[in-house]
């Protein structure tokens, strides 16, 4: 079966005990399953923009973000022209506040209603099993969810895009700030041929099709230092786009990383070392000091998880 992967941006939104949901319309896969407002995020795009352009563009409101809620992924099995495919969602969740606009519904697009929902009537919807997970309700597994006939030419609306162009990429990454008992910091120094090299970074990297962003993490985690943690928060979202990113292939690359920091504790370290194979991003492991690591140099993903702390 062919695989894919997309990167989606959401927002919980609350009056209350109510919460605003909207409505799968006929273009999609699975019409009439309800969700939280949002989509997927374009290539180069920030998450953030993208949960708060998608708000709009559903609910016809505004919105400013508060928190960031929580990030998970989910395989879909979708029927399409060219056969099956399994389409791995990363979705990321904030709680997002109104400032403005009005509520109704999207005309013409991935979704046709628009609601606040409480308790009592969240029992009689369908909802997405993303939703039903961040709502606390019994998550109902979907059926192989087929595109209407014919096809959309060009990207869904809210789904699924036409494949890249050539040399495009969106890739989506977990990382972790580790420490010990002793408050050291964990890094990884990003080896020759990769961008950055030469750099000190978190530890982590991108997640496989199917992969929990979680478990990704600590499998890098022992791959690229020998360590094993436990996540114990989630602290950031960044994003990078470069236009002609340089690294193994040879050529240049228009990338899109998004990028998830989770806080991580290592209960009993020992010595850092790389245990995967020869070849990797990873080119050494070790533990620092905060005042040492002031003195690295870092990249921007670790300046922006010390300024979390």
Do not use: K
């Not at 496989?208 to 890098?220: C, T």
Request: aromatic share 6%.
């Amino acid at each position: 079966m062919r695989r894919r992967r997309r990167i989606g941006a959401y927002g919980l939104c609350r009056d209350g005990e109510r919460v605003l949901l909207v409505r799968g319309s006929a273009a999609l896969p699975f019409p009439g399953v309800w969700q939280v407002p949002g989509g997927g995020v374009e290539h180069g795009e920030h998450p953030r923009a993208a949960l708060q352009r998608e708000f709009v563009e559903e609910t016809g409101l505004t919105v400013a973000v508060t928190g960031l809620r929580v990030v998970l992924a989910d395989v879909i099995r979708l029927a399409e022209v060219d056969g099956p495919v399994a389409e791995h969602t990363d979705r990321i969740v904030y709680d997002v506040v109104p400032t403005g606009g009005e509520l109704r519904a999207e005309a013409d697009g991935g979704t046709d209603e628009v609601a606040w929902i409480d308790r009592e009537g969240l029992a009689g919807l369908a909802l997405m099993p993303f939703t039903a997970e961040l709502l606390g309700r019994p998550a109902d597994p979907l059926p192989e969810g087929a595109w209407p006939a014919p096809e959309p030419a060009g990207p869904a609306p809210g789904g699924a895009a036409p494949p890249a162009p050539p040399d495009r990429y969106q890739r989506f990454a977990a990382y972790g700030l580790a420490t010990d008992p002793a408050g050291r910091i964990l890094l990884t120094r990003i080896a020759t041929g990769f961008p950055g090299a030469g750099r000190w970074h978190l530890p982590g990297g991108g997640t496989d099709h199917g992969e929990q962003p979680v478990s990704a993490l600590l499998r890098e985690l022992v791959e690229e230092t020998g360590q094993l943690g436990r996540v114990t928060g989630l602290l950031h979202v960044s994003h990078r786009h470069n236009t002609a990113e340089f690294g193994p292939e040879g050529r240049p690359l228009d990338w899109h990383g998004v990028r998830v920091i989770y806080r991580v504790e290592v209960d009993a370290p020992t010595e850092a070392r790389v245990t995967e194979a020869a070849g990797g991003s990873t080119e050494t492991a070790r533990w620092f000091s905060r005042d040492e690591v002031a003195e690295l140099p870092r990249t921007e993903v670790v300046d922006a998880a010390l300024s979390q702390l």
